[in-house]
Nanobody, 124 residues
Framework: QVQLVESGGGLVQPGGSLRLSCAAS????????IGWFRQAPGKEREGVSC????????YYADSVKGRFTISRDNAKNTVYLQMNRLKPEDTAVYYC?????????????????WGPGTQVTVSS
């Protein structure tokens, strides 16, 4: 059974850090591009970061550049999103997704598999 599961979300104070994990089962993540998306209440889903399958290039939304880092651990079949210097506006449900394409990684519709999401709340 093909499955993606996110973990690592929670409540953190502004300025704090969290590391989200995206674990895959039923398929091998290193054959896919991986994207992290988030959706806050009343807002559209937006791309946060992605990592390509071809050369491992990483990409970030301007709002998180310099604060978030995406990485892979192929041995664990897991992708991570390290989030530092968190802000209240980072509060959202975070989703990871896997795509077999090499382009258009900011477009949610190109992704084949999605996890159920994990809540991140940044509040004092």
């Amino acid at each position: 059974q093909v499955q993606l599961v996110e973990s690592g979300g929670g409540l953190v104070q502004p300025g704090g850090s969290l590391r989200l994990s995206c674990a895959a089962s039923g398929f091998t993540l290193n054959y896919y591009a991986i994207g992290w998306f988030r959706q806050a209440p009343g807002k559209e889903r937006e791309g946060v970061s992605c990592i390509s399958v071809s050369d491992g290039s990483t990409y970030y939304a301007d709002s998180v550049k310099g604060r978030f880092t995406i990485s892979r651990d192929n041995a664990k079949n897991t992708v991570y999103l390290q989030m530092n210097r968190l802000k209240p506006e980072d509060t959202a449900v975070y989703y990871c997704a896997a795509a077999s394409v090499v382009r258009g990684l900011w477009v949610p519709e190109v992704y084949d598999y999605w996890g159920p999401g994990t809540q991140v709340t940044v509040s004092s």
